[in-house]
């Protein structure tokens, strides 16, 4: 069964960094794309980075472009989301997924699974 945990999360000061980990088990994950989406109280869940199977794509949104980068390790099973100079904005629950195909996607309904989510808080 493919479980996905997220780690890294926490509370930062404006400005500051963090490094997102996710970490997949249950299968080998080569060729798999995968994703960082966030949900912030109230609103819906948003796109924020995406990976190719092959590492060789990547897409940010606009609103963490030059901020934010995904990567992943050599053995497929990790994926990372680097976070440089947060802002109060970036506050949200952060969400890693999984889809079974190598193309990646900014939609929420192309993920097959998730992980439960963690929490980043950026203070002013």
């Known amino acids: 069964q493919v479980q996905l945990v997220e780690s890294g999360g926490g509370l930062v000061q404006a400005g500051g960094s963090l490094r997102l980990s996710c970490a997949a088990s249950?299968?080998?994950?080569?060729?798999?794309?995968a994703g960082w989406f966030r949900q912030a109280p109230g609103k819906e869940r948003e796109f924020v980075a995406t990976i190719s199977g092959s590492g060789a794509l990547k897409s940010h949104a606009d609103s963490v472009k030059g901020r934010f980068t995904i990567s992943r390790d050599s053995a497929w099973n990790t994926v990372y989301l680097q976070m440089n100079s947060l802002k109060p904005e970036d506050t949200a629950v952060y969400y890693c997924?999984?889809?079974?195909?190598?193309?990646?996607?900014?939609?929420?309904?192309?993920?097959?699974?998730w992980g439960k989510g963690i929490q980043v808080t950026v203070s002013s």
């Open positions: 997924a999984y889809r079974a195909i190598a193309t990646m996607t900014a939609q929420v309904v192309e993920y097959d699974y």
């Open positions: 249950g299968r080998t994950f080569s060729s798999w794309a």
